[in-house]
């Protein structure tokens, strides 16, 4: 058992680690654990409009720290605070995208309807239907007709608007997007915009 934790560094931290001593994962844990803390601060709003267990998301974000630490080699440029800050952000984000499309599977006909794709602030419901003519909405008794749309729109997609895609169909904005899928907001917009002008193409066509 160690005793002192003050007499070893991060480097002898890891190769105590890399021999599967457990005080030195504790004692990388109490000196680290800040970052997890840190990094689930910006998804506090995510996981409630996805409706996430905040201990679930933190348990995912506890394997990618474990995964850090034993994985981390003190040869690459990266410290072992950043490669934590990494594997954690990417844990964290891979079980957000999961749950998005879990959620977007189990609430796909509403989502469907109810997620404004147009600048006026009109629904997808709205933008189907055409009130002056026969209201073609009146028709789509079958979620399998609106589901045909959906799938419609994502045939029109690249594999990173798609993504993009399914997170906006979960109501999240352009910078929730961003956190999750590490990008810029600036790029996240502009895919947004992409689909948007897709999306009325579609719905002009039908």
């Known amino acids: 058992m160690i005793n002192n934790y003050n007499e070893f560094n991060d480097s002898e931290l890891c190769m105590m ?26 998804y506090i709003g995510i996981t409630k409009k996805l409706n996430l267990d905040y201990h679930d998301v933190y348990q995912e974000a506890m394997f990618g720290f474990l995964d850090a630490i034993d994985k981390y080699d003190e040869n690459k440029d990266a410290s072992i605070k950043t490669f934590i800050s990494l594997c954690v952000t990417r844990r964290v984000n891979a079980a957000i995208i999961k749950a998005s499309r879990v959620k977007r599977k189990i609430e796909q006909e509403a989502l469907s309807i109810d997620y404004t794709y147009d600048d006026s602030n ?34 029109s997609l690249s594999p990173n608007e798609e993504e ?32 948007k002008m897709k999306v009325k193409k579609i719905l002009n066509n039908r």
């Open 122 to 155: 009109l629904p997808l419901q709205e933008l189907i239907s055409d009130k002056n003519a026969n209201n073609p909405l009146e028709q789509m008794t079958k979620t399998e007709e609106i589901n045909s749309i959906i799938k419609r729109i994502k045939s």
């Open 17 to 42: 680690i890399k021999e599967n001593n457990e005080d030195a994962k504790d004692i990388m844990y109490s000196k680290y654990n800040y970052i997890i803390t840190s990094i689930l601060k910006k």
């Open 164 to 195: 993009v895609f399914n997170l906006m169909l979960n109501d999240l904005d352009y910078q929730q997007i961003a956190i999750i899928l590490n990008k810029s907001p600036k790029s996240i917009d502009n895919a947004m915009q992409r689909i």
